[in-house]
Nanobody
Framework: QVQLVESGGGLVQAGGSLRLSCKAS????????MAWFRQAPGKEREFVAL???????YYADSVNGRFTISRDNAKNTVYLQMNSLKPEDTAVYYC???????????????WGQGTQVTVSS
């Protein structure tokens, strides 16, 4: 069993930055693929970024070059550094853990409760 707790959301102006954190419980964190998803009001949840246990990463086109996912296996924590934020990045951001590095949310077994990110224009 893995429990995930996100933090770091908030209100920021367009062009600003935020860093989200996701702290995981359990001793097998390093073996999981860790991912970030987001859900805007009235929209389906969408993939943002993922990190394999090796540290290799993959991003959605919409955030590539602006967001950076990283992980610290010693701290059981995954981060999402978000730069050059846009109003369309406004959403609830969720971290997730699963065995496969895919964009499909149904492949992820464990989810955090989400943290709100609001970008004002």
């Amino acid at each position: 069993q893995v429990q995930l707790v996100e933090s770091g959301g908030g209100l920021v102006q367009a062009g600003g930055s935020l860093r989200l954190s996701c702290k995981a419980s359990g001793r097998t964190f390093s073996s999981y693929v860790m991912a970030w998803f987001r859900q805007a009001p009235g929209k389906e949840r969408e993939f943002v970024a993922l990190s394999w246990s090796s540290g290799s990463t993959y991003y959605a086109d919409s955030v590539n070059g602006r967001f950076t996912i990283s992980r610290d296996n010693a701290k059981n924590t995954v981060y999402l550094q978000m730069n050059s934020l846009k109003p369309e990045d406004t959403a609830v951001y969720y971290c997730a853990a699963g065995p496969q590095g895919v964009k499909n949310e149904y492949a992820y077994q464990y989810w955090g409760q989400g943290t709100q990110v609001t970008v004002s224009s």
